[in-house]
Nanobody
Framework: QVQLVESGGGWVQAGGSLRLSCTFSGLTPFDDYAVGWVRQAPGKEREGVSCIKWDGSRTHYTDSVKGRFTISRDNAKNTLYLQMNSLKPEDTAMYYC???????????????????WGQGTQVTVSS
């Protein structure tokens, strides 16, 4: 059974930081899969935020988070991370971790590229 469990969301003031984590189980071996983050703001469609290749050698970001967010993974721990700095109110959304069924990412990052999903963790940034 595949499970993706996010943690680390919460409330933060603009300019602050949060670190999201996602633990994967049932995807074996974990390093066969590219993984990433997708977010959905209230009343909006899901937006691909970031993706990382199986070995971490390549990362991709949507333009609005470049220079502020950093994606990383620890294959030994089956865990994905998203370090979010300089947060803005427009970053407020439910953040989902997700896995592709291939080992590499495609750009642009789109929801349809991911076959496995977590339940999401809420990030709220106040002005």
């Amino acid at each position: 059974q595949v499970q993706l469990v996010e943690s680390g969301g919460g409330w933060v003031q603009a300019g602050g930081s949060l670190r999201l984590s996602c633990t994967f189980s049932g995807l074996t071996p974990f390093d066969d899969y590219a993984v990433g983050w997708v977010r959905q703001a209230p009343g909006k469609e899901r937006e691909g935020v970031s993706c990382i290749k199986w070995d971490g050698s390549r990362t991709h970001y949507t333009d609005s988070v470049k220079g502020r967010f950093t994606i990383s993974r620890d294959n030994a721990k089956n865990t994905l991370y998203l370090q979010m700095n300089s947060l803005k109110p427009e970053d407020t959304a439910m953040y989902y971790c997700a896995a592709r069924e291939v080992s590499y990412c495609s750009v642009p990052i789109i929801e349809a590229d991911f076959g496995y999903w977590g339940q999401g963790t809420q990030v709220t940034v106040s002005s």
